[in-house]
Structures are given as C-alpha cells and as structure tokens.
C-alpha cells in the first residue's frame, strides 16, 4: 500500500496567522489518467469527515479560500491563509490513485 | 441535500459477525461507486471496502479480504457491509462514504460504532 506521511502531526496556531501541513506519498500519485488524486479533510470532534479539497488544489463548494492545497508527484501542501477558531481539529490527506486509498497519520490543529 | 446514514453497529464477540448498513438518500444512488471507511478509537482513517454503480466489482483492503463482504441494493438505496470472524482489531466507527469521481470521497455517512471484545 502507499504510505501517506503527514507533518507535524500536531500544530498550534494564533489566530489570524497562516498554518502549513505537509503530506508525502512513498510513491508517485498521478494517475495513468494524468490526474493526481490528493484529497484533504478535515474532522472536528465526533464529526464526519468533511472534504476540503480533492485533485491536489480543487476546492469544495462552501470551504473558505483561505485554504488552499498544492504539490504534485509525492509531495502535497495544505495551507490555510489566516487561521480561524473553527479551523481547529485534525487534517488527513488521502491518495486514491491507488487501491486501498490510504490515509496520513492525521494533523491535529489547535488554535 | 445528501444524506447517508449508517446503522446495524453494536458489540460482537470476537469471531462473531455483523451487520451494516447504509441508508442513502438526496442523490441518484444507483450511478455512484460507495465505499466503507471506518477509523479506530482515537485513530486515523483507513478504508475498508467499495463496490462500483451496478455493483458488479467489489473491492477490499487486504485485512478483510474473505471476512468482509460489501453488497448494494439499487432498489433500496442502500449500502450494506457484511462483517464476519471479527477481530478485536476491527474496533472503530464505521462510515459509508461517496466517491463523486475517481479517487476521492465527498459525502460521508455519520458513522456506526463496532466493539469487538469478549
């Protein structure tokens, strides 16, 4: 299975200031399609998981553009621009170019 | 508005079965591929099982290969995960999610707690 490796794994930020996750794959996520399926989310305390961005940079409907992803190959970046209260919680990457789609160990977040 | 909802979760002996379910509603169920997911207690996400539109192609992650079986009913709008010679190890929520297109999945369920313990 590709191994997904997140860090830090856990992180504090002050409001307002800009917050960085980095996520590296054991191997090459483009797909023979030519697409690299990188997805983050974000999971608050007994929540769901929530869908921020898909496609490495693809945003969902609803998530703020103070977050934005990057990276190709096996390196991926989650930024979030300002930090808000809600932001906190634990961010996962997942590749799903490959089955089984395989998780990062998780970033806890607090504020 | 899309809603999944998963139920069937309990406490199980260790080798015993059980098993969930998925009710799917808010979208047209029957043309997207459906997976389980299912995370540990304090632990991160691993994805378990998914099963392609007309559900002709199963698919598992190694662990429960020949344990677990996952299955849909179109005409039910439901997702099913038939769990069998649990294992302490399968302990966690479980989750039925969507995969809107290949490689990622957007909705998620509210998940079902699964206790393994004797």
């Known amino acids: 299975d590709v191994v997904m490796t997140q860090s830090p794994l856990s992180l504090t930020v002050t409001l307002g200031q800009p917050a960085s996750i980095s996520c590296r794959s054991s191997q090459g996520l483009r797909h023979s399609d030519g697409n690299t399926y990188l997805t983050w989310f974000h999971q608050r305390p007994g929540q769901s998981p929530r869908r921020l961005i898909y496609?490495?940079?693809r945003r969902d409907a609803g998530v703020p553009d103070r977050f934005s992803g990057s990276g190709s190959g096996t390196d991926f970046t989650l930024q979030i621009s300002r930090v808000e209260a809600e932001d906190a919680g634990i961010y996962y990457c997942m590749q799903g170019t490959y089955w089984s789609w395989t998780f990062g160990q998780g970033t806890k977040v607090e504020i | 508005e899309v809603q999944l909802v998963e139920s069937g979760g309990g406490l199980v002996q260790p080798g015993g079965s059980l098993r969930l379910s998925c009710a799917a509603s808010g979208f047209t169920f029957s043309t997207f591929t459906m997976h389980w997911v299912r995370q540990a207690p304090g632990k991160g996400l691993e994805a378990v099982a998914g099963?392609?539109?007309?559900?002709?192609?199963?698919f598992y992650t190694n662990s429960v290969q020949g344990r677990f079986t996952i299955s849909r009913d179109n005409s039910k709008n439901t997702l099913y995960l038939q769990m069998g010679s649990l294992r302490a190890e399968d302990t966690g929520i479980y989750y039925c999610?969507?995969?809107?297109?290949?490689?990622?999945?957007?909705?998620w369920g509210q998940g079902t707690l699964v206790t393994v313990s004797s």
């Open positions: 999610a969507r995969e809107p297109e290949t490689g990622t999945a957007d909705f």
């Open positions: 099963i392609t539109s007309n559900g002709r192609s199963p």
């Open positions: 496609k490495v940079y």
